[in-house]
């Protein structure tokens, strides 16, 4: 696998998107694709494809196309789906469970290997949900220093992420999966942050129904 | 409240965050802020924050700076939050009984009221979940003609939503919120469509590990 260095985040946004694309083509069968029929399914141009593909050494031959295992194989590789991360996720509340039933019980690999979920309940403390134990939040610390996790889930609300987070940080993790509103990547610039706003997405379309039919209204 | 026409994506999209921060300056007891302040609160700049909220009719006062709850109170309408816009929701799976709970289960109001759940399981149709009927998926499109759900959340597999979207957009239904990856603004652009791709967001993570990893290895 070729790689270079500076690819735009855009780009490496658009990756997970051919994954799915290559997996679902393969699943009925397709062999080869050209960029053109490849941009068409996407939504993209063919030369945005190439270009794409370009930054990590290309993979495609001309008037022959895209070998779509090949290319599947080399993006799975290049996004490191396989490579099973350990995590841990804070919060086994319903949003936590769905969560961690999305990363190991769909049978797909994700990248991450969960290894323990942390709850402060009592209720959810020394469970076990869908093979992954639930443990006590008091001891994460200790978790972290005899597991160093790579990445952590925070399936929590933000004041519990801001409670946390300094003790992750110095435990060594730098990647998180936020769920929280808490800024984590404006408190330690170096780490490394993917946030989930449900809240914001969901108020992002209550915005455009207001706004839709307001106008509508009146005009 | 003003209104403006034209107002820019990435405005809108900013909106929740205001909402957000505002809501906890009203929480900690603040009643008012300058725009320099909130700004550094936020990340942002003073002059995009009075920029931002120019686009619908100012609300600041020079050598004051803003009511926070008059502030809070004027975003929360132009966004629309206590609207409580009928909704359903395709799948009562894990995911889809997360986000169930998240929107009407957390006593916060988030511009929708959930009026039912649909599932094809029979182990769940005509159940209940946090106060919301868990329906046949059958019976989707009467449902549809009879209640006019202004929206409908998509926490089901992409092949589920490709066999459904006609029905719901012929039903009248132009707002999704879509879990699933079928991309539904591609075969309908009149929706609206708010997308949360959870399998994309944590493969970028996962990107992040497998590049930063090689990177220090390599040097």
Known sequence: MAKRDNISMSVIRRLPRYYRFLDELLRSGIVRISSGELASRMGLTASQIRQDL????????????????KLFGEIKSILGVDEGYPAIMIGAG????AVSIYISGSGKPRGFQLLAMFDKSPKLINTCYNGVPVLNIDDIEQFCRENSPKAVFLCIPSEGTKQLIDTLYDCGVRYFWNFSHFDIAMKYPDAVVENVHLSDSLMTLCYHITHTDTSETDS
């Open 54 to 69: 370009n930054c990590f050494g290309g993979f495609g031959q001309q008037g022959y196309g895209y070998d779509v295992a």
């Open 94 to 97: 319903n949003l936590g469970r």
